[in-house]
């Protein structure tokens, strides 16, 4: 079974590059989400859909676009790219909303801005 | 907002030994869960905690929901090289809102 797949796994990007993350999941859930994770800070949600055509914000939005045109697919934009948003990235699905018992992860990209 | 606490950062225990951490928060959750990530891949649901005073065990690893729903425990007993990690605690305030994470705790064992 897939999952939930994040690609690329390893990027780096110059300082002002626009990149886009891709996140995939094949378990047919509403409920999609990124997290970016940095040393100490644990987990922070980034945006998040509760469906096809849904996106909201999380909690560190700046900086990042989503959109949501199927419910397979879920992709992460950075529209210009800062050393700040080095980090590594997690999409994560769930089938019921946002509940943690049933989130299930990829398992991460690595961006480096230089 | 809402906060978790995970302390300390790092731990280093030896195989074999029992290890217990806890996540606290100055705000009420009404469902608290435990995440491990091994290196390299993302974080995966170890257990799920729903009722105030809830103990419940997976194998090795037993969590418990506080009385206060301000803190939840995850020990683990006799410890195994696999199980270095990190360790996320993760509240939530209702079924459908948002999860909120701890730092995580950075285990370690020595063989």
């Known amino acids: 079974n897939a999952g939930v797949t994040q690609t690329p796994k390893f990027q780096v990007l110059k300082t002002g590059q626009s990149m886009t993350l891709q996140c995939a999941q094949d378990?047919?859930?509403?409920?999609m989400s990124w997290y970016r994770q940095d040393p100490g800070m644990g987990l922070r949600l980034i945006h998040y859909?509760?469906?096809?055509?849904?996106?909201d914000q999380g909690e560190v939005p700046n900086g990042y676009n989503v959109s949501r045109s199927t419910t397979e697919d879920f992709p992460l934009r950075l529209l210009s790219a800062a050393p700040s948003q080095t980090s590594v990235y997690f999409c994560a699905s769930s089938r019921d909303s946002l509940s943690g018992n049933t989130i299930y992860f990829g398992e991460g990209s690595w961006l480096t801005v230089v | 907002g809402q906060q978790l606490n995970q302390s300390p950062q790092s731990m280093f225990i030896q195989e074999g030994e029992d290890v217990s951490m806890n996540c606290t928060s100055s705000?009420?959750?009404?469902?608290w869960l435990w995440y491990k990530q091994d290196p390299g891949e993302g974080p995966v649901l170890l257990i799920a905690?729903?009722?105030?005073?809830e103990l419940t065990s997976n194998g090795r690893l037993t969590a418990q929901f506080g009385i206060t729903r301000k803190d939840s425990f995850l020990n683990i007993s006799a410890s195994i090289p696999s199980d270095v990690g990190i360790y996320f605690c993760?509240?939530?305030?209702?079924?459908?809102?948002?999860?909120?994470f701890g730092k995580g705790i950075t285990l370690s064992v020595r063989p």
């Open positions: 705000s009420i959750f009404n469902t």
């Open positions: 905690l729903y009722k105030a005073g």
């Open positions: 859909s509760v469906g096809a055509g849904i996106t």
């Open positions: 378990m047919n859930h509403e409920y």
């Open positions: 993760a509240g939530q305030v209702q079924t459908n809102s948002k999860l909120t």
